[in-house]
């Protein structure tokens, strides 16, 4: 998409015909002449390439129109840098957003074909971890629907997220090749790469004013071919751009060795320049500071600024005046290399006075946290940055330099509080603390959830935030309800629409409207339906899918997200062998026990060995459960492999009960919690990231809280905390961890799991053993409470009404005002 020879008369094209016939017609088209297939030969992913590049045409005048004007208002645009987009299937919400949904089922139902079985062809773009990944692609969406001129920049990985498979209950990572049917969601645009420079030296000379310069000479290069991805609003005629870099080899770099002869060695660094885009890391919340990594963060940043200036920019543009035009927002430090990078391209290329091109650049970017974690503060030792890119090293040392000096002036020489909050870090090693980077470098840091921007206000960035106090402020994330309430809870929707009109979709606000009909009889029976039906449906998609059978009239309790120790998926699978140990030992009657289906969802880092172990004990200790002739009976594990997006979607909507207990002062903010609240299912979970948020708005007699505060842990910590006196001490505990320690679940091989135990028993640095009891208590009330279907669901008809607010059109509201601009930006 790019304008810059646009002109009044350039002609647009219009949308193909909405209608049955239309839709026919084109599809046949696509399948004939784009396919180069007839119907009765196609196979189903010919059909399902043609049905997509169909649904396409409907977009592609608004994204032309979209684009044009753009350009044209030349209005202040966003520009989110992400490395990562957990889009999720592309079908599926293009039919949501422009309303298709029907035409095209009945158009291809004219023809023969499923609509449903063709949506099963997608393969997801997981090009994400976790949360912050799924994040940037909420808040896209929602950037579109409230028709914000905004543009995503980030990596068209080759590869995405590892796909995960089980042997004998281990994780297996399988490589994700999700363009390998085809990839009908994207255009290419290779006329327009962009050339990046790594290596080499710099060096300095006097320009024709006089005047002494610096400038680089990369030792190497690559090139980005930009591929755009269409970001449909969710009926508004508007489709913004997520413009995704990808690696090519530069034709110059083959050329020279070429020459020389060598036609393998010039193939062989082909491959090498293609590397930087190949794979997503799979490493969430724990930076392993691979250089390929940092090669990845600074090509896609180098790509998108240099994009954005020249071909966003009108020619001529004076780039004094760029923080009117722009703000890149840092998705975490991943892009915050591209603080240096504007610097190097205002004092090197655009030959700016050093002052006036840091008062930009510092008023062109905002820089987002989503971790408390001491060792996700990503850093990079000074000796690779000085070798991969010796100019942003010089420039990142003058930023701190004169930043340090502003230190020493106001706090009258305080050398402890210099080296505290030095952006380079002499210990263990050299290296640049990007966290520090981009508070210095930006005009805005903001938390992701209250809480969370409250402890780095208090505690990880304490000495910036008594320094510039209005530079920090937070912002709750939140979840679109277009991709997980209406397009994943076709039922909900419909009932919530049937009751206070379809207003909500974008103004989620609304669904205060709904609090009054929970006290009402028949809109709870009603609900109570949808949520068997959505059970019903999980039934059989995991059937289908995974061979795994769940018993619907059940409860299902529900731990979907990264594994992690601080997240805490052992005190869920303590409970589990809890509840087994009981009954298998005449502790408490099977009769006694609410059934349940304890369902997780996880994948590991491939490096983080406890994560693994965890993931095996998981299915040791679920593979004995289920196959316990009385346990099973009201208690089942199912662990379907390979959680993503996807399966969300299904699983989130069927929730009874929705698993948030990580220990308090960990989570930055969790989104997953937002969307099982808003999917009716309650919570039981700690005073953490965002849940504070939600249990203050659900209400306390909605939502199952339980365990240490923060304040609370820290003072544990700060004691001492021994989690063998919590073993000592209380006796459920100990024969919980006693059974797995003596090999239960393993074969009677208590090795198996020792490093599990001795880890909990010795450090339990996430305090499982001190939350033990009040999450079995909390347990207990659920169990109470969900005794009473009638009292559930008008809580969890309360949660829906109650949990507006974790719309991501609102965290959009909260970043124009906030961060992005004092008003909000006007729509061009
Ligand atoms: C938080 N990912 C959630 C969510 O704000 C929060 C880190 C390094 C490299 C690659 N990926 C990562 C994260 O740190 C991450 O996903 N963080 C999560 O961000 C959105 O809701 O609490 O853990």
Redesign the pocket.
Known sequence: MYCRHVTETTPLITSPEPTVEGFVREYLRELNFSQGTILERATTNDQYLALARTVRHYLMSRWMQTTVSQYRSQAKAVAYLS??YLLGRQLDNALIATGLEEVAAEALASLGLDLDELREVEVEPGL????????AACFVDSLATMSVPAIGYGIRYEYGIFRQRFDDGRQVEEPDNWLDNGAPWEFAHPEHEVAVGFGGRTETYTDDDGRERTRWLPGWQVLGVPYNYMVPGYRNGRVNTLRLWSARATHAFDLKIFNYGDYAEAVRSQTFAENISKVL?P?????QGKELRLQQQYFFVACSIRDFIDQLLPPGFDLHDLPDRVVFQLN?T?PVIAVPELMRILVDERGFEWDDAWQVTQRCFAY?C??LLPE?L?VWPVELVGRLLPRHLEIVYRINDEFLAQVRERSGGDELLVRRMSIIAEHPERSVRMAYLATVGGSKVNG??EL?SQLLRDKVLADFAAFWPEKFTNVT?GVTPRRFVKLANPGLSGLITEAIGDGWVTDLDRLRELEPLADDAEFRRRFREVKAANKDRLVSFLAARDGIAIDPATMLDVMVK?LHEYKRQLLKLLHVVTLYDRITSGDLAAADVTPRTVVFGAKAAPGYVMAKEIIALINHVGAVVNAHPDVSRVLRVAFPANYNVTVAETLVPAADLSEQISLAGK?????GNMKFALNGALTIGTDD??NVEIRRLVGDENFFLFGLTEPEASAVAEAGYRPASYYEENVSLRRALDLIARGTFSGGDGSVFERVVSNLLSEDRFMVLADYQAYLDAQERVERAYADPDAWSRSAVLNVARSGFFSSDRSMRDYLDRVWHAAPLTAG
Do not use: Q
């Open positions: 490395a990562e994400g971890n976790g949360g912050l990944g799924r994040l890391y490493e969430d919340s724990t930076p975490d991943h987002t989503h971790t996700a990503e992701v959830a969370h994330n990264r989570e930055a903010s969790g989104t990231g965002a």
